[in-house]
């Protein structure tokens, strides 16, 4: 029996699940996951270029380190879109249940990577270190990975985690409705740490959770507004774009405040803002329906994890022949984009797209079941 036919398959099913936005899909939210993703890489990009170029001075590149704070709205947004539905729809929430289908989607491909590193690792005879806290997600807490970015993915699961089991509690205590309060005063303590870590330490440690969730937070109230309040959700274009501009006001006066404790409280509003913006314009221009935006989005995940590996590789071999300047870095960045793309659109199709499919085919069987 050939493979070829296997091979056709696999790869065909995920490009039809790649040109089909599924219902209700937001694509604003696409844009915005592809800023995030194209803000990491350029960033990372610079730094990996090795080059004090001028176009690292761009916006877009000297601020490419953000693209995570973006990524953290996002992720609360959603998440907390899930959570709010189903505690507004049944009043309780599934810990389990949704821990599992979070772990269908983030566990597969970060242990496939995990478990190319090791390897790796084992092969060219280097110590395997920090393997049990990349295994837990408490990287960013040791210090020792194996997986490049896996500061920011810790903190994610962290926050997919103790969440829900919050919420759970928390809805014997108050109405759901009111559960808001719980990101609100979190709001409130992360800067009080950072002043903390900062005083002991004249630094601050940006890869702990407690440090560093600002953007959940505020994802997890836009997504409360979005479930509970729809009406809010509308507005005119004037009276939008006057809260807009007042959100980035209060982030410019908090950073200019205290950097030690308000710069991630800023970064947060600022992205926030923005999404809240988008989410609450009574018609998305027509180009945010451009399928690359779409793709980008669903591939965003596999680039992150795999664009460290590619970076550390492809300038080095490429320099030589595009050059050290800004054309060969343009180049560069293209082609190791591409390289990267590629790579995670076969990572898509080959542990993502299965396991997610295992995953609704689980839920489907567990909804089928007698209460």
């Known amino acids: 029996m050939t493979t070829e ?3 056709r398959n696999f790869l065909a099913a995920a490009l039809a ?3 089909t936005r599924p219902p209700g899909n937001v694509p604003c939210l696409d844009v915005l996951r592809s800023a995030a993703i194209l803000l990491v890489f350029s960033g990372h990009m610079d730094g990996c270029f090795g080059e004090q170029l001028a176009i690292g001075k ?3 590149i000297y601020w490419g380190w953000t693209g995570v704070d973006l990524f953290f ?3 609360g947004y959603l998440i907390g879109g899930q959570l709010w539905k189903e505690l507004n729809r049944t009043g309780d929430i599934q810990v389990l249940r949704f821990i599992l289908r979070r772990g269908f989607r983030i566990w597969p491909l970060f242990y496939s990577v995990l478990l190319l590193a090791l390897v790796t690792a084992l092969l060219h005879s280097r110590p395997l270190t920090g393997v049990w806290a990349d295994l837990f997600f408490v990287s960013n807490y040791t210090g020792l990975t194996n997986v490049g970015g896996s500061w920011s993915l810790c903190i994610e699961e962290q926050f997919y985690i103790a969440v829900p089991l919050v919420f759970w509690l928390g809805r014997h205590l108050v109405a759901f409705q009111r559960l808001a309060v719980v990101p609100a005063l979190w709001l409130i303590a992360l800067p009080l740490f950072r002043a903390r870590m900062f005083h002991l330490h004249r630094e601050v440690n940006g890869s702990l959770f407690e440090a560093h969730s600002d953007g959940l937070a505020i994802g997890l109230l836009i997504a409360w507004v979005a479930v509970l309040y729809p009406k809010w959700m509308r507005s005119s274009i004037a009276h939008n ?5 007042g959100i980035l006001a209060l982030a410019a006066v908090l950073h200019k405040l205290n950097r030690p404790m308000f710069a991630y409280s800023s970064l947060a509003l600022l992205y926030g803002g923005s999404t809240f913006f988008l989410l609450r314009l009574p018609a998305s221009p027509a180009w945010f329906n451009w399928p690359g935006f779409y ?3 669903r591939l965003s995940y596999g680039i992150y994890l795999n664009h460290f590996l590619v970076l550390e590789y492809l ?11 800004t054309t060969g870095f343009i180049l560069c960045s293209f082609l190791a984009l591409f ?5 995670a659109f076969l990572t898509f199709a080959g542990i993502e797209l299965p396991f997610l499919r295992i995953r609704e085919h689980f839920l489907a069987k567990r909804r089928q079941m007698p209460a």
């Open 315 to 325: 300038p080095k071999a490429v320099k030589p022949f595009v050059g050290k300047h």
């Open 295 to 297: 793709l980008i989005s």
């Open 17 to 19: 699940d790649l040109k």
């Open 5 to 7: 036919p296997l091979k």
């Open 58 to 60: 761009l916006p877009f």
């Open 339 to 343: 390289v990267s793309g590629s790579i």
């Open 241 to 245: 774009a006057l809260l807009f501009l």
């Open 73 to 75: 709205i996002l992720s």
